[in-house]
Structures are given as structure tokens and as C-alpha cells.
């Protein structure tokens, strides 16, 4: 078993493989169906983040030093076991190719235009292996320091945004919807709040982690939190009509600004990449990690570092199949939808069960 991380090394973990892929959609998606009100499922999608992060350390920090294949065994039997092992896999994999596609795809069109994708895919997929092969010790150390300048550079940024945005832009602050209609909105904020079930194959120790509930729940209101900054601030530039109408919105809001005073850096989207680049780095890694460790699991007889070999070439070459972006989205949100089971059905069974396991223990 893994040395346990510390509770700072968890914490932005979490927040390097949550605030990944899906935030450069977070103004449309909430925007498209609640307006200006947009804010508040936000708000209603984190309550509910915490509350289902809580259930997952819950789990992770009863049955501390035990890998997911050890404690799932003895709670629901071992064939069951294999079949959330299964689908925990399909669903980091599928991450873990698809969100590389995407972010060459998107440096291609945006930046190095004469630069095959596939050349960009191989390199970033080259660069995640040599990170994996170190180890999730060193991932997490990589997630601590990239994770701290990502939440400056967010912060930062969107602040500039603000600047230069309009407040009759985000009025009214309460559109009269329906219930049915925020629940619709909530529904669409599911892909930017995964990554929590990423704590099922973190190792935990109650002598080293006696915190962490404290710093699960605090990371995930922070991440919904910069979600409604991020969101206000982008529909304070450009309104929700123009939010509505283009996919990566914020990504082309932040393109359209430019600031003459910062000189060399006057170009907000250059910027953006940069930070953007180092959560996908890290959310392609943690995904990828959570692919092989699962594996690593079942076939425990296989060293871990061919498991990431082998799962680099697949991942790799599934990557290139998809040829238009249209099949990538669609994939990513399908995938989404597991993560309703990977995040929530599963970790509901393992708690219902572990809570279960300890009435008997303590009322033989």
C-alpha cells in the first residue's frame, strides 16, 4: 500500500482533477439553461459535492490503509467488487484519453495550428507516463505546487474579467424559473464537480489524516465557489446571449480580452493556457493513475509500471480514433453520466454496508 498523503496533498488533488476539462464550459451549460440565475445550482450542485465527498472519506478513512479491492471485498464480496472495479476503470479511462483529444484539439485550433494532433496527443500522452512512473507520491507533489498557481491564476484572471465587465450583464440576479428548471441546471453541473471518487484509490491513515474531512469539504466549497466567480465574471463581459451561443466560453471570453498595460502579457488567453495546461497535466495524470491502480488491483501479479506502459499505448491509440470533436463531447458526456455511479450509486453501497459491518461488530 501506498505511504499515505498528507491532507494538503489530498486536498489539491482534488482540485486538480476536478477543476480540469469542465470549467471552460461551466458559463455555458449553467448559463443555457438559467440564465443570469446561473449561480444558484451552482451553489446547489457544491452543497450536494460536499455532502458526497464527506460519504466518500467516510469510507476511505474507516477502512484506512486497504485498497479499494480489500474493503469492497469484505463489504459487498469479491465478484461484485470486480464489477465496480470494472466500471471505475472505464470511466478513468475514458477521462484520461478523452481529455488529452480535447486539449490538443484545442491547441491546434488555438495556438499551434501546423501541429498535427496527433503529435500533441503522443507528446502530452509521453510527458503524463514519465510523471506516472514516479510514483503517486511525486503526482501529488506536482498537484500541490501546480494546484496553488492554477487557484492564483484563476482567481487572477477572472478578477481582470470583472474588470472589464458590465453589471447590467448579470441582472437579474433571480429569474422567476421553475424548480424543475434549476434541478435541469444542477443536472448540467454534474461533469465539472467530478473527480471527487478519486479518493477511492488515495491511501488514507487516521494518525496522518485525523483533518481531512475538514480539508475535503473545504476544497470542494472553494472549487464551487471560484465555479459562481468564474460564471459571474464571464457573463459580466459578454451577457448571456453571447454565453449561450458558443461552446469553451470561457476560453473565447478570455480570448477576446486584452490588456495593454501588462505589456508582454497583455494577451489573456496565453495566459490561460498556461494554467489551463497545468490542470489537464494533472487530471490526465490522477486519471490515468486511478486507471492503472484499479488494474493493478485484479492483476496484482503484474508490476505496475508495465500496467502504465500498457495503459499509455491503449490509451494512446483509443485517443486517435475519434475524428471529429463532436464524438469526443458526446463521449466525455456519456462518461459524465457514469460518473452519477462511480461517484454517488457505488459510494452509497459501500457506506450503506459499512455502516452495516460496524452495527454488527459492535451488537454481536
Not at 490509451?315 to 460518473?339: A, C, D, H, R, W
Request: aromatic share 16%.
Amino acid at each position: 500500500m501506498n505511504k499515505a498523503l498528507t491532507n494538503r496533498q489530498i486536498s489539491l488533488i482534488l482540485y486538480s482533477i476536478i477543476v480540469g476539462y469542465g470549467v471552460v464550459n461551466i458559463p455555458q451549460s449553467t448559463a443555457r439553461v438559467a440564465g443570469t440565475s446561473g449561480w444558484i445550482p451552482l451553489l446547489i450542485a457544491t452543497i450536494v459535492s460536499v455532502f458526497i465527498t464527506y460519504m466518500i472519506t467516510y469510507i476511505c478513512y474507516t477502512h484506512e490503509n486497504q485498497d479499494f479491492l480489500q474493503y469492497s471485498s469484505k463489504l459487498v464480496g469479491r465478484i461484485i467488487s470486480y464489477i465496480f472495479i470494472f466500471i471505475y476503470i472505464i470511466y478513468f479511462f475514458t477521462f484520461y484519453t478523452m481529455l488529452i483529444k480535447v486539449y490538443a484539439d484545442t491547441l491546434n485550433t488555438s495556438v499551434l495550428t501546423k501541429t498535427p494532433v496527433w503529435t500533441l496527443s503522443l507528446f502530452f500522452f509521453l510527458v503524463v507516463y514519465f510523471a506516472l512512473t514516479k510514483g503517486l507520491a511525486t503526482i501529488a507533489r506536482i498537484c500541490e505546487l501546480y494546484g496553488i498557481f492554477s487557484i492564483i491564476g484563476f482567481i487572477t484572471i477572472n478578477t481582470i474579467l470583472f474588470t472589464h465587465g458590465e453589471a447590467v450583464n448579470l441582472r437579474p440576479y433571480v429569474m422567476p424559473l421553475s424548480i424543475s428548471t434549476y434541478l435541469k441546471a444542477c443536472a448540467n453541473t454534474i461533469l465539472p464537480f467530478l473527480g471527487m471518487e478519486s479518493l477511492l484509490f488515495l491511501p488514507m491513515n487516521k494518525s496522518v489524516n485525523k483533518r481531512i474531512f475538514k480539508y475535503t469539504a473545504i476544497i470542494i466549497g472553494f472549487i464551487g465557489l471560484l465555479y459562481v466567480y468564474i460564471f459571474e465574471s464571464t457573463i459580466s463581459v459578454s451577457g448571456v446571449d453571447v454565453i449561450t451561443s458558443y461552446k469553451s466560453s470561457l476560453f473565447l471570453v478570455v480570448k477576446g480580452v486584452e490588456i495593454p498595460y501588462l505589456e508582454l502579457f497583455r494577451r489573456l488567453d496565453g495566459i490561460y493556457i498556461i494554467y489551463w495546461t497545468m490542470n489537464i497535466f494533472c487530471s490526465t495524470c490522477l486519471w490515468s493513475y486511478g486507471t492503472s491502480a484499479f488494474i493493478n488491483q485484479l492483476f496484482n501479479k503484474l508490476e505496475y509500471k508495465h500496467i502504465v506502459l500498457l495503459v499509455s499505448i491503449i490509451g494512446f491509440t483509443v485517443s486517435q480514433i475519434p475524428k471529429k470533436m463532436e464524438l469526443v463531447e458526446m463521449l466525455i458526456k456519456y462518461n459524465s453520466y457514469l460518473g452519477t455511479i462511480a461517484a454517488l450509486v457505488i459510494p452509497f453501497i459501500l457506506l450503506i454496508m459499512t455502516k452495516v459491518k460496524n452495527y454488527e461488530r459492535k451488537n454481536p
